[in-house]
């Protein structure tokens, strides 16, 4: 079956995902870049040189344009897309999110440890609450019940990466709790963890439905889009 395009031309902060054919807002896309080799890289950044290949941030989407093609007629000229493309570019796309940790712990604008969020929630200024994946359920569920008992709703919540992986990131050997504080901070983090959300649940599936989000786009992984072109 031929896709079909959209018509309309991308609006200034949009791009056109190769996949799909429609325009949307460059913070739910991937850019893919093509090496001096032929290769076909995940630019998550979006800073590199050259022509640049737009997919929706969905492991499937990327899977569809592998398989089909598309990245060679999106670049106009040969280009080799790995196999492991998808798990290499969710593997970036978490390491960005770790590293905007780091960066917010350095900035005072994350509360860690479960005595610090604690008192962040009680102050009002938890945006997000970040748990780890492997965390003590107790511990979790007593951070849930106060945040909505000082909210009267549930918190926006991100539970997709070990105590570990938070660890490393964070400069300690585990982290098992913690929060953002800063809304802008918070709002262009809560992006690119909308976009991993497109290859990894960002809630385990065992967590109960009140720790899931639709607010920021958090919680769970995106719909797969439908349909190709470049911009």
Not at 28 to 35: E, V
Not at 89 to 102: F, I, Y
Not at 160 to 170: M, N
Request: proline share 5%.
């Amino acid at each position: 079956m031929t896709p079909t395009l959209t018509t309309r031309e991308p609006a200034r902060g949009e791009r056109r995902c190769i996949v799909t054919g429609e325009s949307q807002a460059e913070a739910g896309l991937i850019r893919f870049a093509l090496a001096p080799n032929g290769e076909v890289i995940p630019d998550v950044a979006a800073k590199l040189p050259g022509r640049g290949a737009w997919v929706c941030a969905a492991r499937a989407s990327i899977e569809q344009a592998r398989k089909k093609g598309l990245f060679a007629r999106a670049f106009k000229a040969e280009a080799k897309a790995p196999e492991d493309l998808a798990a290499r570019t969710e593997a970036l796309l978490a390491r960005r999110c770790l590293d905007q940790l780091g960066l917010m712990r350095r900035a005072g604008a994350l509360a860690l440890g479960a005595t610090q969020v604690e008192g962040a929630i009680r102050a009002g200024q938890a945006l997000i609450l970040i748990e780890a994946s492997d965390g003590a359920e107790d511990g979790r569920n007593a951070l849930m019940r106060l945040y909505q008992g000082v909210r009267g709703a549930p918190p926006r919540a991100i539970g997709c990466f070990s105590a570990e992986d938070l660890g490393v990131a964070l400069g300690r050997e585990r982290v098992i709790h913690a929060c953002v504080l800063q809304e802008r901070l918070a709002l262009a983090w809560a992006a690119d963890i909308g976009r991993l959300a497109g290859f990894r649940a960002i809630v385990p599936d065992s967590w109960p439905d009140s720790w899931r989000s639709v607010g920021w786009g958090l919680g769970g992984v995106y719909a797969e889009p439908s349909t190709a072109d470049v911009t």
